[in-house]
């Protein structure tokens, strides 16, 4: 089966093996899934992640993260979809959660946060809210 939205496909994975209480979570990697790895593993969010090559495409091996019996993940969301693409400049980037989550942004610098985005104010497509 061929998945259109890949993006949202890993969010999910991470979504559900997060409210499942599970350790890890495996996602099939891609260069865009590996920036967005590094992002929440920088950010806090996860505790790491490991490229594991299988051959073909490889598999990101995400550990997550939990303090107590607490998730540290609240709530992971896509924002931009295949059929409906959101752009934002730096001045009009969304805060998340009046700045407590984070924004995932797809600029022409690469994927970063949006408090990094408006550091180099820079605008882009925004991919995921996290919180």
């Not at 093996?17 to 969010?45: C, F, M, Q, R």
Request: glycine share 10%; aromatic share 4%; hydrophobic share 40%.
């Amino acid at each position: 089966m061929q998945i259109s939205d890949v993006i949202a496909d890993m969010l999910t994975r991470i979504r559900n093996a997060n409210n499942a209480k599970h350790d890890t979570v495996d996602v099939p990697a891609s260069n865009v899934k590996k920036a967005i790895a590094d992002i929440l593993a920088e950010e806090g969010y996860i505790k790491s992640y490991q490229l594991v090559e299988d051959g073909k495409q490889g598999v990101l091996h995400i550990t997550l993260k939990y303090v107590g019996k607490q998730k540290v993940i609240q709530g992971i969301r896509r924002v931009s979809k295949p059929g409906l693409r959101i752009y934002s400049g730096c001045e009009d980037m969304p805060k998340v959660m009046n700045g407590l989550g984070i924004a995932i942004v797809s600029t022409s610098k690469g994927i970063m946060t949006d408090k990094q985005a408006r550091k180099e104010h820079i605008g882009g497509e925004i991919l995921a809210f996290v919180w």
